[in-house]
Structures are given as structure tokens and as C-alpha cells.
């Protein structure tokens, strides 16, 4: 499987600055998806990042509060905008070569803002 | 809409002790079933997919095992070092995309 990493592994931010997330894969892959763990919670799926073009969000996520970028096949960022306390989470990026096989994680990014 | 239920929410076990960790879905075609295991301030580590009823994966103490509406993990003789919090995911049809659905976890503690 791929190694992903996360940069930052954590951060605490000040309530309306933005904080940029980066995941960098060691091989090329296909698909790239960014997802948020709540605390005490499972994860929910914020969106879909895909290469060269505007990335596919979930309901209930917007590309002003969350913009993504994925430049190529082995990175992607995702930017969290006008933080509040509620954007308090894990912020984990994952990977998969193709629809229906498993998908990977990082080892995610803790966001405090205070 | 794509729902995952687990249960039971924590489970303390005796090491030793075996036990069945259960996930319920309710989806519109499977496309797939992923177990992943987590430990506290770390990302998923995938552990099993089951792509069809009547399919069993086995790695070391455990079992995945699918029918048409849930699944279950079996941890045969657990030891400490497989406390953690189990996920299990699904992913539907063509609507869905490549969207996994989360189920809440079970949060698992085997005491020495």
C-alpha cells in the first residue's frame, strides 16, 4: 500500500485565520479524498480531490470554507478558511487506485482553534 | 441514504476472551465492506474488504465475515495490544461514487 503523509501532524489556530493542510503520497494513485473526524466521532467524507480540476464536495461542504487543490497524482492540500472553534478536528486525507477497493489513510492533522 | 450501525459502542474483553463486533448496513448495491482498526491520534489502518455475502477474510485473531445486511469482526483469544477502536465502512453504488459511509465504531479494550 502507499505511505501517505500529513503536514502539519497538528496546529493550533486563532478563530478567523485559515490553515492549509498538505498530503503527499509516495506512488501515483488515482483517487484522493479528504474526510474530518469530529471528536468522539467517526469520519464524514469532505470531498473528493481530482486531478486538474475543481474538486467534488459532499452536502454540507463548500469549496469557500474548505478549497482543495491536487496538482498532480501524489498531492493535494486542503485549505480550512475563516476557522472557528466548531472546525476543531482531524483532518485526514486517504487514497485508493480505483473505485471499490480499499481506501488508505494519513496519519492525520489535529486542528485546534481557539 | 447510505446508513452504518456498530455495535455494540465499547467492549471490554479479558485477555483471551473472544467476541463478535457487529456492523449493519442499509445501502442501494454494495459495492464494499471495509474493517479498519484505529488507534487514538492515528489515522485508519484497513484491515479487511468483503465484497459479497458469504465472504470471510482472516488476518492473525481476526475474522471479517459479510451476509446481506451486517457483518461481523471476530477476534478469537484477544491480547492488549488489540485494543483499539474498530471502523467499518461501506461503499454503494454508482450515486455514491467512491464515498466510504462510516459506521460510529467499537471502541475495544482487552484488559491483560
Request: hydrophobic share 30%; aromatic share 8%.
Amino acid at each position: 500500500s502507499a505511505v501517505i503523509s500529513q503536514k502539519p501532524s497538528r496546529d493550533i489556530c486563532q478563530r478567523g485565520t485559515s490553515l492549509t493542510i498538505q498530503c503527499q503520497v509516495d506512488s501515483q494513485v488515482t483517487m484522493m479524498f479528504w474526510y474530518r473526524q469530529q471528536p468522539g466521532q467517526s469520519l464524514t467524507l469532505i470531498a473528493t480531490a481530482n486531478q486538474g480540476s475543481e474538486a467534488t464536495y459532499e452536502s454540507g461542504f463548500v469549496i469557500d470554507k474548505f478549497p482543495i487543490s491536487r496538482p498532480n497524482l501524489t498531492f493535494s492540500t486542503l485549505t480550512v478558511s475563516n476557522m472557528s472553534p466548531e472546525d476543531s478536528s482531524i483532518y485526514l486525507c486517504s487514497v485508493t487506485q480505483s473505485m471499490g477497493r480499499a481506501q488508505f489513510f494519513g496519519p492525520g492533522t489535529r486542528l485546534t482553534v481557539l | 441514504e447510505d446508513q452504518v450501525t456498530q455495535s455494540p459502542e465499547a467492549l471490554r474483553l479479558q485477555e483471551g476472551e473472544s467476541s463478535s463486533l457487529n456492523c449493519s448496513y442499509t445501502v442501494s448495491g454494495l459495492r464494499g465492506l471495509f474493517w479498519y482498526r484505529q488507534d487514538p491520534g492515528k489515522g485508519p489502518e484497513f484491515l479487511f474488504t468483503l465484497y459479497s455475502a458469504g465472504e470471510e477474510k482472516e488476518k492473525e485473531r481476526l475474522k471479517a465475515t459479510l451476509t446481506k445486511k451486517e457483518s461481523f469482526l471476530h477476534i478469537t483469544a484477544p491480547k492488549p495490544e488489540d485494543s483499539a477502536t474498530y471502523l467499518c465502512a461501506v461503499q454503494a453504488g454508482e450515486t455514491s461514487g467512491s464515498r466510504l459511509t462510516f459506521g460510529e465504531g467499537t471502541q475495544l479494550t482487552v484488559n491483560p
